[in-house]
């Protein structure tokens, strides 16, 4: 230690060493380099009521934010519970949120609802609020990816290719984006002419392939119901057009009434009896 200068201490002996807290230590003395040498048993507590201060104030900090995450799963729950279903199962993820975001804590439940505008998946937007006076609201976006089994080519086919069971599998897929109509039997596109090239996996859709219609709209067609193995045909009128496997309207010649089938055949509608 640096021994102690008389002319500023003079009720010091010369030499004697200084001890932490009996007087202002000087410049390059040990206890002026507290953290590497000072023991004083102040400077100790000093260092645990501030520790102790810093940690209530960040606690009390943190419990006056809302935080991100509670709002995100909030989105989340309201898509589950109430968005448009897709496929055999689906994976929401909401956010992200800027984390600088500074919501003050909610007392109340949060509520929650489909934001106003258009709403599809597979993007969907959640509007997350606060009730009461000196509430908030926030809009989080919550991404679906859906999956399902679907029918998907095993290799990459060129335009005009007539699809053979051997070009097909089917498979779980994502089908988060794609139209309706994506087809889940293999015996449903076999002999299907594609209208574009199609790389490998490529979920087939209608917009990929060349369907011919087997009914045309206004043609006169053939209906069949089946119930308890009673077949009844009855003639009716194609209000649409479609191919093999495709719902359409038809009205019904004797009853005038408009009804719905699944095209089977040329000319020959089936009706779905429940």
Not at 110 to 135: F, S
Not at 216 to 234: D, F, M, P
């Amino acid at each position: 230690m640096r021994p102690v200068n008389r002319e500023s201490y003079p009720h010091f002996m010369e030499g004697m060493p200084m001890k932490c807290g009996q007087f202002p230590p000087l410049t390059g003395h040990a206890c002026y380099r507290w953290h590497a040498h000072c023991t004083c048993s102040s400077m100790k507590k000093f260092l645990a009521v501030l520790a102790s201060a810093l940690t209530m104030a960040a606690y009390a900090g943190d419990a006056q934010w809302q935080s991100i995450a509670s709002i995100e799963a909030a989105a989340r729950a309201h898509v589950e519970a109430h968005g448009l279903k897709i496929g055999t199962r689906q994976q929401l993820e909401a956010g992200p949120l800027d984390p600088r975001l500074l919501l003050a804590n909610c007392p109340r439940k949060l509520v929650t609802a489909m934001a106003p505008g258009v709403n599809a998946p597979p993007r969907m937007t959640v509007e997350v609020r606060c009730p009461g006076a000196g509430g908030w609201k926030v809009y989080v976006p919550v991404l679906i990816s859906a999956f399902d089994r679907a029918v998907v080519v095993t290799r990459a086919l060129e335009r005009g290719h007539v699809l053979t069971a051997a070009d097909m599998t089917v498979a779980d897929a994502e089908v988060s984006g794609l139209p309706a109509g994506y087809a889940r039997d293999v015996a449903a596109v076999e002999g299907v002419r594609l209208a574009r090239p199609v790389g490998a996996g490529t979920v087939l859709t209608p917009a990929v392939l060349k369907i011919d219609p087997l009914v045309q709209r206004g043609e006169r067609v053939t209906t069949l119901a089946q119930l308890n193995g009673i077949s009844v045909r009855s003639q009716a009128v194609a209000l649409a057009s479609g191919a093999a496997n495709q719902r359409i309207k038809l009205k019904n010649l004797s009853s005038g009434r408009e009804i719905e089938g699944v095209v089977r055949s040329k000319g020959l509608v089936e009706i779905l009896v429940h």
